[in-house]
T-cell receptor, first 113, second 114 residues
């Protein structure tokens, strides 16, 4: 089956620095790769997605990079702010092969003052 | 409503009792998903609905779990004869269309089985 895993369970970053959250995947048949953010006591919130035929996509202060050669996905957050403190999940959408989104285990991002 | 609403927000029950968790999705969203999140863990898929039909029930952990959706709106997740390992946050999400990347989640129902 599919597995979506993360390299580090917790990441501590100085406020103002850039954050890089990594994710590895095993199944190359995914149509989309997705990042969600979950703040304490809330449900996950969509951040950004990237189609499997792309290498890079930018949003507001966030960039997602996809390296299909090594099956690696990353989320970069520029100028990290206290409000970025949350758990970040990578997820996959297999498109027509499946209609559900599968989530990874998550990385907790801790912002240091 | 403006978002996905779940109730109760917290439920404490005794082992062996039945519980019902409710989800009110965003009006007009045809797809509705249930996930389970144990403490400090990721999201575990349980079931999804397209309209009132549940094409994929593969994530339900056992036959003690069931779910239904009526009127292409409200969904209820029922857990019978609860066990301590059922303790978790149960998250509901909806999307305009099935297979969308953007799911809107509710805040979840935290279930504690004593």
């Amino acid at each position: 089956g599919e597995s979506v895993g993360l390299h580090l369970p917790t990441l501590s970053v100085q406020e103002g620095d850039n954050s890089i959250i990594n994710c590895a995947y095993s199944n190359s048949a995914s149509d989309y790769f997705i990042w969600y953010k979950q703040e304490s006591g809330k449900g996950p919130q969509f951040i950004i997605d990237i189609r499997s035929n792309m290498d890079k996509r930018q949003g507001q202060r966030v960039t997602v990079l996809l390296n299909k050669t090594v099956k690696h996905l990353s989320l970069q957050i520029a100028a990290t702010q206290p409000g970025d403190s949350a758990v970040y999940f990578c997820a996959v959408n297999w498109g027509d092969r499946d209609d559900k989104i599968i989530f990874g285990k998550g990385t907790r991002l801790h912002i240091l003052p | 409503g403006a978002g996905v609403s779940q109730s109760p927000s917290n439920k404490v029950t005794e082992k062996g009792k039945d519980v019902e968790l409710r989800c009110d999705p965003i009006s007009g969203h045809t797809a509705l998903y249930w996930y389970r999140q144990r403490l400090g863990q990721g999201l575990e898929f349980l079931i999804y609905f397209q309209g009132n039909s549940a094409p994929d029930k593969s994530g339900l952990p056992s036959d003690r779990f069931s779910a239904e959706r009526t009127g292409e709106s409200v969904s209820t997740l029922t857990i019978q004869r609860t066990q301590q390992e059922d303790s978790a946050v149960y998250l509901c999400a909806s999307s305009l269309l099935i297979g969308a990347n953007v799911l809107t989640f509710g805040a979840g129902s935290r279930l504690t089985v004593l």
